[in-house]
């Protein structure tokens, strides 16, 4: 009977209708693994996405992930990490093919290049993100609650600096609107809200691994007391301090009236030179247009290079501006700073994005922006690739509309009785350059912008959003001056007291505070961050010794 089997089996016949048969199932597996593969990166970069401005769907924030750890623990790999990521960045970036096309002048084919690579380099943090916690967890065992949200703040913040740094869209922003939920930024900035958020998911996951039996109940409910007690602490002291931070406001009672001015003036014909004396005046006549009755004293906050003429070399124009400061107005307006050095019997010109604050007493005080935009304000290691020529044309062209500068050398508040932060457009998505102007003796913090460049995409939502951050980290009062985008007021809690259409010419008076308030942030800096990446350190090390 032995043999008449082995004789079935030999036959040819049979033998290649069985290895087809399996190879249909291989097969057949290969496109359910394919399929799985694809729902769960397009559920994970559409929940990043949505999460963010301008679409604002929050929720989606606490469960973006959950689907690549799914996958994970099916099929044993991190790759959908990286498309998750790309596909997230692609979409949220996307604004950037804006200014390369309509103000670069390049074909939006070419503009796909330099998104694509941002997007890649963004995205290998979500890979080091996925790398980082299969590792702790296959050799450690610790819960994901507690591992997830120390590893995610840590690649958040090594993100901030990392090649000049660029924290866009980070988690902790998908909650820019609940202000009852963020209020622990004066502690850890927008990086503990990451923390929160990723906590909660990581939770999700063990719950996921206890269905699916990889962890049993001890585990399970380890991590649910760990989550319990962390986001108890997290919510009790947002909410308690939210309602101090408003009781310490309302107790103030000085006050000081701002107009802010949003001209709305198109990028591409801003520079030109026989308009500078009308757009000057239009920023005059809108402040004035904006004014309920006389005041005293005023302040006028004007946005990112609004003053289209070089303050030092035009004297016609200066003069103009320092007789409108000294109706009792004092003015914060982005222009640009002008410099000469004397190098080699060579002359060279200096210009800096500059923000000014003028007095009515005629005194001008100024602060260059410390961190330019690469490839936008700055071209590094000019020198050597503007030697190449199609390169040299393209360096040329971007310089028409955008400039190149050179980085100031202090972040510092501007004035003397009252002192104001003045970070300029790109430089408010980094935490650290407002705090050190609070700490050095801001009473309050105006940003200067132009979001022009984003035109009508989900850019100007983006920015605006982490100025409602910046507030709560260091609990001052915040107005925002777009030349094109949004302008806003925020209070100390974030709270959006008053912001402007997207693109419209606008100006409006509001009343804010001085203050004195010393948030933990302000006074210790990222010491939250920094102490996670400390711990992920010692993890990850420890992970690397201990065998699998």
Not at 382 to 399: H, W
Request: charged share 20%; net charge positive; with cysteine.
């Amino acid at each position: 009977m032995k043999r008449e089997k082995k004789r079935i089996f030999e036959k040819p016949s049979i033998r290649i209708e069985i290895e087809k048969e399996h190879q249909g199932i291989r097969e057949g597996s290969k496109v359910v693994n394919f399929f799985f593969f694809v729902l769960a990166i397009s559920i994970s970069s559409l929940s990043y996405i949505l999460s963010q401005p301008k679409f604002n769907m929050y929720y989606l924030s606490f469960i973006f992930y959950l689907p690549l750890h799914i996958l994970w623990r099916g099929y044993g790999q991190i790759k959908q990490f990286l498309f998750a990521g790309f596909i997230a960045y692609f979409v949220v970036i996307h604004w950037i093919t804006h200014a390369i096309t309509h103000y670069g002048g390049f074909s939006y084919v070419f503009s796909l290049l330099p998104l694509s690579l941002l997007s890649l380099a963004l995205s290998a943090f979500f890979l080091l993100f996925g790398y980082i916690r299969s590792q702790i967890n296959i050799k450690l065992k610790i819960p994901f609650s507690l591992a997830d949200p120390i590893i995610w703040v840590s690649t958040e913040y090594i993100k901030t600096f990392l090649f000049t740094g660029f924290p866009w869209a980070l988690v902790g922003y998908s909650l820019w609107q609940k202000t009852s939920l963020i209020q622990t930024a004066d502690i850890g900035g927008v990086y503990i809200v990451s923390f929160f958020i990723i906590l909660i998911q990581g939770f999700l996951c063990d719950t996921y691994d206890r269905i699916i039996n990889r962890i049993n109940s001890t585990t399970l409910f380890i991590s649910f007391i760990i989550t319990f007690l962390l986001s108890s602490l997290y919510l009790t002291y947002s909410f308690i301090r939210k309602t101090e931070i408003e009781i310490n406001v309302a107790s103030v009672k000085d006050e000081i009236p701002v107009v802010v001015v949003q001209p709305n003036i198109p990028q591409d014909i801003k520079w030109t030179p026989e308009l500078k004396s009308n757009y000057l005046r239009k920023n005059i006549e809108l402040t004035i247009s904006a004014i309920d009755y006389p005041h005293k004293s005023l302040f006028a906050v004007w946005p990112e290079t609004a003053l289209t003429f070089i303050l030092d070399l035009e004297t016609e124009l200066k003069n103009e501006l320092l007789d409108f400061a000294s109706k009792g107005f004092y003015i914060i307006a982005g222009g640009i700073g002008y410099s000469r050095e004397i190098k080699d019997e060579k002359v060279k010109e200096i210009f800096y994005n500059r923000a000014y604050f003028i007095t009515p007493q005629k005194e001008i005080y100024h602060y260059d922006k410390t961190h330019l935009v690469i490839f936008g304000e700055y071209i590094p290691l000019r020198s050597v690739i503007e030697k190449i020529p199609f390169v040299r044309k393209m360096i040329e062209d971007v310089e028409k509309v955008a400039g190149d500068f050179t980085p100031g050398k202090e972040v510092k508040p501007l004035g003397k009785e009252i002192k104001v932060g003045v970070p300029i457009c790109f430089e408010s998505i980094f935490p650290q350059i407002t705090r050190k102007m609070v700490k050095d003796g801001a009473d309050f913090i105006a940003v200067i912008t132009n979001d022009g460049w984003f035109g009508y995409s989900s850019g100007p939502f983006q920015h605006f959003s982490v100025s409602v951050f910046r507030a709560v980290e260091t609990r001052r009062f915040l107005v925002r001056s777009a030349n094109t985008g949004i302008s806003g007021v925020f209070s100390p809690t974030g709270k959006i007291i008053y912001q402007t259409k997207l693109l419209e010419e606008k100006s409006f008076l509001t009343k804010i505070k001085p203050l004195q308030i010393q948030s933990f942030y302000v006074r210790y800096g990222d010491l939250f961050s920094i102490s996670c990446v400390c711990i992920l350190t010692m993890l990850f090390i420890l992970s690397l010794i201990i065998k699998k």
